[in-house]
């Protein structure tokens, strides 16, 4: 029963974009608290390690699945997830170090 309820909760587009949007927030909360502790770049790479073995426990039988693919595509792959991941994260977290944030009152 619980399992059927958290399987139509997660097959509805609202429920995740709610997500979406909770965790890009939650992205910029902990960087702006982080802005005084560590350095952009190292943030950047940190929160990645860490998503990288989250995603891997979870799509490591897929990867293995599509190891042809992915080997063919790799250039593209691996400029899509620098410019991607990797520049906007640290343009980000360097937006937040070097700006304040005006808080609504």
Known sequence: MVARALG????????LLTFTALFWADNAIVA????????????????????????????W???????SLIRENWKILMVLGCLGIGAFNTLLYTG???????YAM
Do not use: G, M, N
């Not at 139509?8 to 429920?15: L, N």
């Not at 039988?61 to 190891?67: K, M, Q, S």
């Open 96 to 102: 937040f170090q070097e700006t304040t944030i005006l």
């Open 32 to 59: 702006q608290a982080a802005r005084d502790v560590v350095t952009p770049v190292t943030l950047a790479f940190w929160r990645w390690s860490f998503a990288l073995l989250l995603i891997l426990s979870f799509a």
């Open 8 to 15: 139509d909760a997660w097959s509805r587009a609202f429920v």
């Open 61 to 67: 039988r897929y990867l293995r699945l599509d190891w």
